[in-house]
């Protein structure tokens, strides 16, 4: 391993007027020019680190830095130094500018007078840049100049501040990928610029706030490639339970902010009986911030972990709820601690020393960068909550370290080492809510956060933030979770209906199209008394949210095995086209279009009153998932979407597995999946399955049926394999579902001629089976 003693080997290399030198401790090289020091280092064979000072070890954003050896040939040439590795080249001239080259002699990028403090390099001509973390302004960046500090925006009023969309920055995050295939991610904890071309066209760079830069250059050259090394450097998200693909929904228990006095178990209770009595699939429930009584000290603004006086019996609350079969719990909760009427938890945590100082006074945020104070804080503080039945937190503001927060104008910690922990507080937030819940449970973590920074991933999930119900901010939500996306952090989530405000009835429904075909589905509001509860927009409201939260209740095979290869590759659920058509120049700027998953292309209407929309679609063909109209691709189509439509496309070759709708999932046992086939070019797909709950899919307990299609004599032929792997699957039978014109000639099955649908049901799931339609 690289961190191991190894023979140093001090080489000289003699150029024409200058020495330049170089120190080499296996896969890394401390080189020395005549204008400067830095040090280069190989991860792996597509990916290199950069340091102008010393190497950044922090734990936070990167969890791993011991990489395995591998082969660097080291050249002089022409008075350069050559790095060579099996799939790069890197040059450094005599005055130690890099140049990153391909295998086979492609320029990727070259340094344009970088510096210690400020990175330089060529902007080429049809280069494009996507990433940044979860921005709401543009998908592609080339041209912009980008600021990256997690925060919103602060000017009064709040439309030209908190609303703000050219401002929102929950979570940023200091990478991207460029369309030479390439990606670059900044080792920093500082807030940091961006120019990508703004100011100079033929020029991009970027620099830190503070501190020697260091960044991690990736090859791919494909988008997939580089996400999934830089999640292998930054973290892949772990699989949630299963049940939390499922509907989560969120509630002021009947009373806002100015309406405390209204809340009470009584509303929670018969909020969770009303949705299984009308019949509406959900899983998750938490609680928002009107639960908790308002400390003594920092008020709305902090948690004292006791209940308000109007809430009476919660730990019997919590029961109620797990007896109407939900499968977990949440309360929201705010980073500073508080005395309150009966627990003095700040007053001893302050005495302890587990807050973080602050210029006068001992502090109120609790440290989470001490694990004794995490370990305190659990024991003291949230086990009061935990203990009687909470499993999650909604871990919020964690912005306010260091900056403004949302219901003071306390700044809380200041100073130099608070400018540097501001960005990862979130992330240290909520990794220690994760992993505490998570041990105690005996269960895969669950979180749900507003901020984060590069490797909240490894905490899912993470929501859009506090946008009101108005129809300018629907897109550009749709533009946070296709640019989270593409910058490593998979499950997402957002209001639907928006947050603040009763949403127009046809502005509401689009937004919960949109929100059951997210990664992560959520319902929330804060407008009193209606809380975008469904019923609220009446009949035909209510009925629409139904079919859209029952398609995505079907789609739940398809979307845990989109979840697996998320862990597995860094590729999200929710995927900007351009993760998948990189060299297509025309979905550089669709934020209004996504891939869920491998095969479904979404398309929601963000226009009111609109009856169709333009869609684009990349090459290859594609299926109108309502008509089953086929399209060849690299066109655009006026797609009709009546109100209870969403355009939506299936990539033609698609297999996609789905179940019976059940009203929350471990309702029964599924033994039958039903695969929607979609015949075309030649494709495979994997049903991933486990027990949904446990950490045992790390140790390899799981299993995979492969299933592959290919056309063949003007008919379809299906393969099926028996499921590979240690988990015993409930799945017994498939039943297969072909979308095809005519009924084959050699049916076995049954043809829908109303719907062009082949079905053939009872396939044994347990056994290899090869189906051949003609």
């Known amino acids: 391993m690289i961190r191991s003693i190894f023979t140093i080997i001090c080489l000289y290399v003699l150029m024409p007027a200058r020495a330049q030198q170089f120190i080499r401790q296996q896969n890394a090289f401390q080189i020395h020019t005549a204008t400067r020091n830095f040090q280069l280092e190989f991860c792996t064979p597509a990916m290199f680190r950069v340091s102008y000072g010393t190497p950044v070890e922090e734990p936070l954003m990167v969890n791993r830095y011991d990489w395995d050896s591998i082969s660097v040939q080291v050249n002089s040439e022409k008075g350069e130094l050559q790095f060579t590795t099996a799939s790069l080249r890197v040059i450094v001239d005599a005055s130690g500018q890099l140049a990153v080259y391909t295998a086979i002699g492609q320029l990727l990028c070259a340094d344009k007078n970088t510096d210690s403090s400020i990175v330089r390099k060529t902007l080429q001509a049809d280069e494009h840049f996507f990433g940044f973390g ?449 060299d297509d120049v025309n979905v550089y700027n669709i934020t209004d279009q996504y891939l869920l998953g491998e095969n479904m292309m979404v398309c929601p209407v963000t226009e009111k009153g609109a009856a169709t929309r333009v869609v684009y679609l990349p090459g290859g063909e594609w299926i109108d998932y309502w008509t089953g109209r086929h399209y060849e691709g690299k066109v655009y189509v006026n797609a009709v979407c009546p109100l209870d439509k969403v355009p939506i496309f299936i990539k033609a070759g698609s297999i996609i597995p789905k179940q019976p709708v059940v009203q929350y999932v471990g309702q029964r046992e599924i033994d039958t999946v039903i695969l929607e086939v979609y015949p075309g070019a030649e494709s495979k797909t994997e049903l991933y399955m486990d027990d949904g709950r446990s950490l045992q899919y790390q140790q390899g307990i799981y299993a995979i049926t492969h299933i592959d299609q290919q056309t063949e004599n003007g008919g379809c032929r299906i393969h099926i394999s028996a499921p590979a792997g240690n988990y015993h699957a409930p799945i017994r039978t498939f039943t297969l579902r072909v979308h095809t014109e005519k009924a084959p000639a050699n049916s076995k099955g049954q043809y829908d001629t109303a719907n062009h649908v082949y079905i053939l049901a009872g396939i044994d799931a347990t056994k290899d089976n090869t189906i051949v339609i003609n």
């Open 134 to 582: 979860e921005r709401m302004d543009f998908l592609d960046q080339r041209g912009k100049k980008v600021q990256l500090e997690v925060g919103r925006g602060k000017e009064k009023p709040h439309i030209v501040g908190a609303y703000n969309v050219l401002q929102a920055n929950y979570s940023p995050v200091p990478f991207f990928m460029s369309t030479k295939g390439y990606g670059i991610f900044l080792h920093t904890t500082y807030n940091s610029t961006w120019d990508m071309g703004s100011t100079e066209p033929e020029t991009y760079s970027f620099s830190a706030a503070h501190g020697p830069l260091e960044y991690y250059f990736i090859y791919g050259p494909q988008f997939t490639g580089i996400l999934d090394l830089y999640t292998q450097l930054t973290g892949k998200s772990p699989l949630l339970p299963q049940f939390a693909l499922g509907l989560h929904v969120g509630t002021y228990s009947g009373g806002t902010w100015g309406h405390e006095e209204q809340t009470s178990a009584a509303y929670v209770i018969e909020l969770a009986r009303r949705f299984r009595k009308m019949g509406i699939p959900v899983d998750i429930l938490f609680l928002d911030s009107t639960w908790r009584q308002f400390g003594t000290n920092g008020g709305k603004g902090a948690t004292s972990f006791e209940w308000r006086e109007t809430f009476h019996h919660p730990e019997a609350m919590f029961d109620t709820l797990y007896g109407l079969h939900y499968n977990m719990v949440g309360l929201h909760i705010r980073p500073r601690i508080d005395n309150g009427t009966r627990f003095r938890l700040l007053d001893t945590a302050r005495a302890l020393h587990y807050t973080y100082p602050e210029a006068n006074n001992p502090g109120e945020f609790i440290n989470y960068f001490d694990t004794a104070a995490v370990s305190w804080w659990w024991n003291h503080a949230a086990m009061k909550v935990a203990g009687i039945g909470a499993r999650f937190f909604k871990t919020d503001e964690g912005s306010a370290f260091g900056a403004l927060a949302n219901e003071s104008a306390k700044t809380g910690p200041g100073g130099p080492e608070a400018q540097r922990l501001h960005n990862v507080f979130p992330i240290a937030y909520a990794k220690a809510a994760y992993e505490q819940f998570a041990a105690y449970n005996q269960l895969r973590g669950l979180n749900q956060t507003r901020e984060g920074y590069a490797g909240i991933q490894r905490y899912p999930f993470i929501f859009a933030g506090d946008w009101p119900s108005q129809w300018q901010y629907f897109g550009p939500v749709i533009r946070a979770g296709l640019n989270i996306g593409v910058s490593g952090v998979g499950y997402w989530a957002h209001c639907m209906g928006g947050f603040e405000q009763p949403a127009d009835p046809e502005l509401y429904i689009r937004w919960v199209q949109f929100g059951m075909l997210s990664p992560v589905a959520l319902l929330f509001g804060m407008d009193h008394p209606g809380y975008k509860e469904p019923w609220r927009y009446g009949r035909e409201a209510t009925d629409i949210f139904r079919q859209y939260d029952e398609l995505r209740y079907s789609l739940l095979p398809y979307l845990y095995s989109a979840s697996y290869q998320q862990y597995k590759t860094g590729t999200p659920i929710m995927r900007a086209l351009v993760l998948a058509y990189q």
